[in-house]
């Protein structure tokens, strides 16, 4: 089974580069994350031309989450209990999504970007963070049901969290998604019994997900790693391999990231 996370950044904007991806890379599984938009606006329309079911959870022209499967999908759920609402009237952000896709729980997770350390939204994305470490960690106890549960959250983290994950780390002194903060709460999601799996298949350095738009980024290579895979332990041992597709960063009308793909054995 192939498994693939990409922050989209606008479905609309990109459905043919989703479609062309499915198709050139076999995936089987892909969620997306920053869809940017209602849940009748998505294009499911081409995904089920393809072959595959969809699943979303979109409220508006912001944020956005989904779920695209030919191997099934089942048990959607458009967030995770416990998730913290934002704003002055708060409501539950479409940031999270999950469906059983071939026997694993996938989770498309968009966590809140933080803003500036003085932000309320900072406190929100930490708030985010452990409410997540909390439900994933009941996903795995033995309440739970299945000691081999098939567990995959995967997505945009907004957090690098190893100064080798960004470009220069000087650059980033006082900002977000390197604090130790920010560090600490990424972390204990392994402390909740999940591994992240691409640092076991991919290279420590310079292994970017997201190149910002300005500023010639991508060209010059300064980017940030902050798409991540945390498996259960089941799971984790099925993973073969990690790719991260840096050639979707290339061309007219590409996005920011670039997907990121997970090879598991039967």
Same mark, same amino acid.
């Given at each position: 089974?192939?498994l693939a996370t990409w922050n989209?950044?606008?479905?609309?904007?990109?459905?043919?580069?989703?479609?062309?991806?499915?198709?050139?890379?076999?995936?089987?599984?892909?969620?997306?994350?920053?869809?940017?938009?209602?849940?009748?606006?998505?294009?499911?329309?081409?995904?089920?031309?393809?072959?595959?079911?969809?699943?979303?959870?979109?409220?508006?022209?912001?944020?956005?989450?989904?779920?695209?499967?030919?191997?099934?999908?089942?048990? %959607?759920?458009?967030?995770? %209990?416990?998730?913290?609402?934002?704003?002055? =009237? #708060?409501?539950?952000?479409?940031? *999270?999504?999950?469906?059983?896709?071939?026997?694993?729980?996938?989770?498309?997770?968009?966590?809140?970007?933080?803003?500036? /350390?003085?932000?309320?939204?900072?406190?929100?994305?930490?708030?985010? !963070?452990?409410?997540?470490?909390?439900?994933?960690?009941?996903? !795995?106890?033995? *309440?739970?049901?299945?000691?081999?549960?098939? /567990?995959?959250?995967? +997505?945009?983290?907004?957090?690098?969290?190893?100064?080798? =994950? %960004?470009?220069?780390?000087?650059?980033?002194?006082?900002?977000?998604?390197?604090? #130790?903060?920010?560090?600490?709460?990424?972390?204990?999601?392994?402390?909740? +019994? &999940?591994?992240?799996?691409?640092?076991?298949?991919?290279?420590?350095?310079?292994?970017?997900? &997201?190149?910002?738009?300005?500023?010639?980024?991508?060209?010059r290579n300064e980017g940030m790693?902050?798409?991540?895979?945390?498996?259960?332990?089941?799971?984790?041992?099925?993973?073969?391999?990690?790719? /991260?597709?840096?050639?979707?960063?290339?061309?007219?009308?590409?996005?920011?990231? /670039?997907?990121?793909?997970?090879?598991?054995?039967?």
């Amino acid at each position: 089974m192939r498994l693939a996370t990409w922050n989209i950044n606008s479905i609309r904007a990109r459905t043919d580069r989703a479609i062309a991806f499915l198709e050139r890379t076999g995936t089987d599984v892909l969620a997306l994350q920053e869809t940017k938009c209602k849940d009748e606006q998505f294009p499911r329309e081409a995904f089920e031309a393809a072959g595959y079911e969809v699943a979303t959870s979109g409220f508006s022209q912001w944020n956005g989450v989904a779920v695209v499967s030919r191997v099934g999908l089942a048990d %959607v759920e458009r967030s995770f %209990v416990g998730q913290p609402a934002w704003g002055e =009237d #708060p409501v539950t952000e479409a940031r *999270a999504l999950g469906a059983t896709c071939g026997g694993v729980r996938v989770w498309s997770l968009y966590v809140p970007n933080g803003r500036d /350390v003085d932000d309320p939204h900072f406190t929100y994305k930490l708030e985010w !963070l452990a409410a997540l470490r909390t439900q994933a960690e009941s996903w !795995l106890a033995p *309440a739970a049901g299945d000691p081999t549960a098939q /567990v995959a959250m995967v +997505g945009d983290w907004n957090v690098a969290p190893l100064d080798t =994950d %960004v470009w220069d780390i000087g650059f980033f002194a006082g900002k977000t998604h390197v604090t #130790p903060a920010e560090r600490a709460a990424f972390a204990a999601i392994g402390s909740a +019994g &999940y591994t992240e799996v691409s640092r076991q298949h991919l290279p420590a350095e310079h292994t970017y997900t &997201y190149w910002d738009y300005q500023q010639l980024r991508f060209p010059r290579n300064e980017g940030m790693r902050i798409d991540f895979t945390w498996a259960s332990p089941a799971l984790a041992a099925r993973v073969t391999g990690v790719t /991260v597709d840096r050639n979707e960063r290339k061309g007219k009308g590409a996005s920011d990231h /670039v997907p990121v793909i997970l090879d598991l054995a039967d």
